[in-house]
């Protein structure tokens, strides 16, 4: 089943310590017999939403942090295994916290002009009248 992960990453790690945990990340997912995407930052100073860093700030503290570094990947896991994945991922330390959700479809397969009709169908053409 395909599923993607969002996790969140302490902020005083380096480039080099960011890129270990992903790597731990994937192996993980191997090791269950899974097959890894290419990991790759949710948020950066490029796309926006953090700072020069690429940190991000949280709404509320999280484990006493207030921001954090963000990665995304999906990934082919049997969904026997996915709680074996949660039970590793979280005891690495350097994860503050994490997010698994299953049959993740791209935004760029959603048919747009197919949900905007619908909704045009959905929609009354005429308010109902008070008397």
């Excluded at 969140?8 to 945990?21: G, H, R, S, V, Y």
């Excluded at 942090?65 to 990947?73: A, D, E, L």
């Excluded at 791209?106 to 959905?122: C, D, F």
């Amino acid at each position: 089943m395909l599923y993607e992960i969002t996790y969140i990453l302490k902020p005083e790690l380096t480039d080099e310590e960011q890129i270990a945990i992903n790597s731990v990340v994937s192996e993980q997912i191997k090791s269950l017999e899974g097959k890894p995407n290419e990991t790759e930052r949710t948020f950066s100073a490029e796309r926006g939403g953090t700072d020069e860093n690429n940190l991000r700030k949280f709404a509320y503290p999280i484990k006493h942090y207030r921001q954090g570094y963000y990665y995304t990947t999906t990934f082919e896991l049997d969904p026997s295994k996915l709680s074996t994945l949660e039970s590793s991922l979280s005891r690495e330390a350097a994860i503050l916290r994490f997010l698994i959700v299953k049959d993740f479809l791209k935004l760029s397969e959603i048919p747009v002009e197919a949900i905007a009709e619908k909704a045009k169908e959905e929609t009354p053409t005429e308010a109902p009248k008070v008397e």
